[in-house]
């Protein structure tokens, strides 16, 4: 195992693993599956970009509020919990969705250049024996075991 990633790094395996799960049969309805994928989603992508706004961009409490409401937040007190959420932990939220959003691109690629030989199973095995690293990390490996697979 390498290095251990940052716990931001380390939820966006978390938030991959429950968008797997909304993949496959999980006894919930294909349109429930959709909607909970496509609500994570958006969920996530916009905590990132609220993250990434207030703490790389340096908005205030004016313009964070605004963006809120202009995403049908309206109660101030969730305004001001999410904005102390994450001043608190700079980026942890948009590196969690950058990390996600790598996992779900490298396991497109695999599928992509495998075709017919990719394997969820193989891929996830992959993941799981590299263990919790940031996605710096893993790439040149996943390169490697790609190859491996792609004889």
Not at 97 to 115: C, D, H, K, N, P
Request: charged share 20%.
């Amino acid at each position: 195992m390498l290095a251990a990633a940052d716990p931001g790094s380390a939820l966006g395996w978390e938030l991959y693993a429950s968008q797997y799960a909304f993949a496959e049969g999980n006894g919930l309805s294909d349109e429930l599956n959709e909607f909970m994928r496509a609500y994570t989603d958006a969920t996530a992508g916009l905590y990132a970009l609220m993250d990434m706004h207030l703490n790389y961009d340096g908005w205030s409490a004016e313009q964070f509020e605004d963006f809120c409401r202009a995403y049908g937040f309206s109660d101030e007190e969730v305004i001001a919990e999410l904005r102390s959420k994450f001043l608190a932990s700079p980026s942890f939220y948009a590196c969690r969705y950058i990390s996600y959003m790598t996992l779900m691109e490298l396991r497109e690629e695999a599928a992509a250049v495998l075709g017919s030989r990719f394997s969820s199973l193989d891929f996830h095995q992959f993941l799981l024996d590299m263990g919790p690293v940031n996605c710096q990390l893993l790439e040149p490996y996943f390169r490697a075991w790609l190859l491996t697979r792609n004889h």
